[in-house]
């Protein structure tokens, strides 16, 4: 990808961007408009991130205790009341929206004991999940912990959604160091990132997805940077306490790894200082910022008898027969070929399309809420023609592009995808079902944001601004139609 030259003078540069301030304020505002609009638990497993926070909060203790209840008395009651967890992926079920039965819920909850808050921490489907996006949603919670459940529910919401900022941040930046500070081009990319619908919703909610799409973005713009500028010891550290960081996010963020570690053989050739000394402080930078992140975690969790790499374990477990994982990879991208083994699938037509795809663009509440297909056959129409253009561009600019930086976002991608699949096969073939969907795909929005970038250059250099206003205009009215959606789901 070919930077541009940088003409920021040097007090500019000092100064944030007003369209980066814009951006972030834009994003941030419509990650709080959908964490009022959201009802309690209504996104996926919500209840179980919650369930996992308050124990954290109340007891000081881990979920998992399989002699204990799943959530606490205080959950349980106020899913009951608001009929939260009996409208979860059902399309039909309402909420419960009788104001007398939520004033007379509060009279009760006054007056009963505090320990109906502390009596949970079962075998809670997130217990697997590392603690660190949890402690700091215990940080909201104890801040309001004399309110009621669901005012404590939006705090930790309100606290969730400020990783998108963070998530934009680190988008322009790694399109600057794509792009050479192309201030258009930056706000192309980081603009996808804050007002792609599915993106503020899972960043107002209380799912640890929130804290693992910035940590993925700071990842994937260090790598590009150790590429860009050249290796050193302290932004190797920075890289590799950040994908630390993510691990204790969600393990799936260990499909960093290989992606990092060719940026640093990759970043050590080009150095070619291939010395005893250099050698020795990356080497030190790099596991040092792993036995700090990861490697504490580690230590922790055995001391707490627990299991520290829960999510992993699982998705090793059991044998692969190789010939069936093709068919199932072959199966979730084209259809299935009269010799192979029929999977079963929640797809309609094919996974890519209807998991991937349209989880990707717009999959509300328990991703139960969609749109039409028509909706998504045309926003399908826009992003092949966006790939199209970023293709050619690439493929137009190849002669001047730093390979190393497309091979070190391909292999964080490939190896997510991987991941992915090599667990959800696991489970379907020890008799489970799906269980994808395509916000897993969202840790990779950074290098979406390139793409758009790419397509946004392929343009005559006149028209590029008018590019940029139709693409964030096109997500502000899907944003809009998204809203809408989940409004008349919920309150029509």
Known sequence: MRPVADTVSPRARRRPPATLLALLGASLLLAWVWAWVSPPFQSPDENSHFGYVQTLAETGDLPGDPARPLFSTEQLEAGSVSNADQAAAQRTVKMNWDRRAF?????????????VRQNGGGPNPAAANPPLYYLVEAIPYLAVKGSDLFARLLAMRLVSALWLGVTVLAAWLL?????GRDRLLQLAAAGLVGLAPMMSFVSSSVNPDAMLFPAWTVALWLGVRILRR?????????????????????????????AALFVVAVGLFRRRAWTPAVLARVGVAAAGALAATVGAWFVIANALSRPAAAQVSAASAG???FRELFSYGWQYYFPRLPFMTDFPTVAHTIPV?????KGVWGAFGWTEIVFRNRVYLAILAVTVVVVVAAATELW??????????????????VALLAGLHWSEYGIISGGGGNVNQGRYLLPLVGIAGLVLALAVRRVAVKWRPLAV???????MVLQLLSLTLVITRFYA
């Not at 306490?241 to 204790?248: M, P, S």
């Not at 399309?353 to 795809?357: C, L, R």
């Open 469 to 475: 206003g139709g693409a964030l205009g096109g997500l």
């Open 103 to 115: 004033e007379e819920w509060l009279r009760t909850s006054e007056r009963q004991p505090s320990d």
């Open 175 to 179: 399109a600057g160091e794509v792009f």
């Open 396 to 413: 137009r600019t190849r002669a001047s592009s730093d390979k190393a930086i497309g091979v070190f976002l391909a292999l964080a991608a």
């Open 230 to 258: 050249g290796i050193t010891a302290p932004v190797v550290a920075a890289l590799f306490a950040t994908i630390g960081l993510a691990i204790i996010v969600k393990a799936v963020s260990y499909a960093l790894l290989p």
């Open 319 to 321: 044998g692969r027969n």
């Open 353 to 357: 399309y209807d998991v991937w795809f």
